[in-house]
């Protein structure tokens, strides 16, 4: 089945600056590409999802950027906001979603 | 629309005792699909069930188990419950079936300890 890691495990920023999360996936046959946040406590709710005739999606802040080639797929958050801390998953999907250990977040004021 | 809910929240239960989790998927949706959450680790898929079939299974052992009903809600069963089973089970519903389908919305979940 589908594998996919993610990196890294912890990231702090400062208020104002760029995060970037990585994820690599195996199944090539993967075609969908969610990005969760998961707050504390919280259900995971999707941010924004990219699919694999798509090289990159931009929303205000985030974007993903997708590279089908490499079996790679990268979450970018700029301006980054105290109210952006939370976990953030990345996830694969052939005929099930498969999900990334995870990335904590932590833009400090 | 009441997205999707699970039932209980929280319980407890022994090592050796058998139990239930239920979901109900986001309306219009027709299929579910369980995740095991370990604290500070991602979900684990478990299993997926749609037309009241189990379609895809992950990396679990026997003792998990699941159903689906015609009004698309869904069980899962854990029986012989272990230490190590202590988790937030997540239910998670989309539309279709595959490569296809649609974003998966997922309920609060269902925190499982065992004693």
């Known amino acids: 089945g589908e594998n996919v890691e993610q990196h890294p495990s912890t990231l702090s920023v400062q208020e104002g600056d760029s995060a970037v999360i990585k994820c690599t996936y195996s199944d090539s046959a993967s075609n969908y590409f969610p990005w969760y946040k998961q707050e504390l406590g919280k259900r995971p709710q999707l941010i924004i999802d990219?699919?694999?005739?798509?090289g990159e999606k931009k929303d205000q802040r985030i974007a993903v950027t997708l590279n089908k080639t490499a079996k790679h797929f990268s979450l970018h958050i700029t301006e980054t906001q105290p109210e952006d801390s939370a976990v953030y998953f990345c996830a694969a999907r052939n005929n099930d979603m498969r999900f990334g250990a995870g990335t904590r977040l932590t833009v400090k004021p | 629309d009441a997205g999707v809910t699970q039932s209980p929240t929280h319980l407890i239960k022994t090592r050796g005792q058998q139990v239930t989790l239920r979901c109900s998927p986001k309306s219009g949706h027709d299929t579910v699909s369980w995740y095991q959450q370990a604290l500070g680790q991602g979900p684990q898929f478990i299993f997926q069930?749609?037309?009241?079939?189990e379609r895809q299974r992950g990396n679990f052992p026997d003792r998990f188990s699941g159903h689906q009903f015609p009004n698309y809600s869904s069980e899962l069963n854990v029986n012989a419950l272990l230490l190590g089973d202590s988790a937030l089970y997540l239910c998670?519903?989309?539309w279709g079936q595959g490569r296809d389908t649609g974003e998966l919305f997922f309920g609060e979940g269902s925190r499982l300890t065992v004693l």
């Open positions: 069930y749609y037309e009241e079939e």
């Open positions: 998670a519903s989309s």
């Open positions: 990219i699919r694999s005739n798509v």
